[in-house]
T-cell receptor, first 110, second 112 residues
Framework: RKEVEQDPGPFNVPEGATVAFNCTYSNSASQSFFWYRQDCRKEPKLLMSVYSSGNEDGRFTAQLNRASQYISLLIRDSKLSDSATYLC???????????FGPGTRLSVLP | DAGVTQSPTHLIKTRGQQVTLRCSPK?????VSWYQQALGQGPQFIFQYYEEEERQRGNFPDRFSGHQFPNYSSELNVNALLLGDSALYLCASRPGNSGGYTFGSGTRLTVV
């Protein structure tokens, strides 16, 4: 089983739609959680950190369920510019590395 | 404020050759990590440098080595290149041991 797994995608949604991405991680001793977005042939960019109580940044809402080892990202009112690959990232308590999921590709259609 | 800068942006090498990739971290960042990203996959951790020492290593062979300099810049060296080493190599930096990483735009290595 991979350390971090994500919805396989791709997701094709119309502008204005709400879309949710799911992510599960296998290492229960995980400390920090992030969502990154990566545009085609570009570097990953930090979208938001994920906190235990859940957090929101504009149209983006991240949730963490430690008991289920599950992370989610909700995008409301999708824009064309949201089209990208969304990477779920987990950092174990022990160690310095960030573990990336394979990513879920989103295409927002006009 | 320059972010993470990497050089070169693209590189083509022949099997068996050696390559050196370079990275300058974002100003104020002292921790540098290197990742390999194959097409259609998430980045895979190679190793991390802090205070000029390799702090942790991912599941990569000894052909992959690195270095961090006193100014926090870093190099990734790959010896005896294989076709499977073709990928986007990403350098990422952050201040100390907290927060998310800032990534450079990467070096796209093609081994032929």
């Amino acid at each position: 089983r991979k350390e971090v797994e994500q919805d396989p995608g791709p997701f094709n949604v119309p502008e204005g739609a709400t879309v949710a991405f799911n992510c599960t991680y296998s290492n229960s001793a995980s400390q920090s959680f992030f969502w990154y977005r990566q545009d085609c042939r570009k570097e990953p960019k930090l979208l938001m950190s994920v906190y235990s109580s859940g957090n929101e940044d504009g149209r983006f809402t991240a949730q963490l369920n430690r008991a289920s080892q599950y992370i989610s990202l909700l995008i409301r009112d999708s824009k064309l510019s949201d089209s990208a690959t969304y990477l779920c990232v987990v950092k174990p308590i022990y160690g310095q590395n960030f573990v990336f999921g394979p990513g879920t590709r989103l295409s927002v259609l006009p | 404020d320059a972010g993470v800068t990497q050089s070169p942006t693209h590189l083509i090498k022949t099997r068996g050759q050696q390559v050196t990739l370079r990275c300058s971290p974002k100003s104020g960042h002292d921790t540098v990590s290197w990742y390999q990203q194959a097409l259609g996959q998430g980045p895979q951790f190679i190793f991390q440098y802090y205070e000029e020492e390799e702090r942790q290593r991912g599941n990569f062979p000894d052909r992959f080595s690195g270095h961090q300099f006193p100014n926090y810049s870093s190099e990734l060296n790959v010896n005896a290149l294989l076709l499977g080493d073709s990928a986007l190599y990403l350098c990422a930096s952050r201040p100390g041991n907290s927060g998310g990483y800032t990534f450079g735009s990467g070096t796209r290595l093609t081994v032929v």
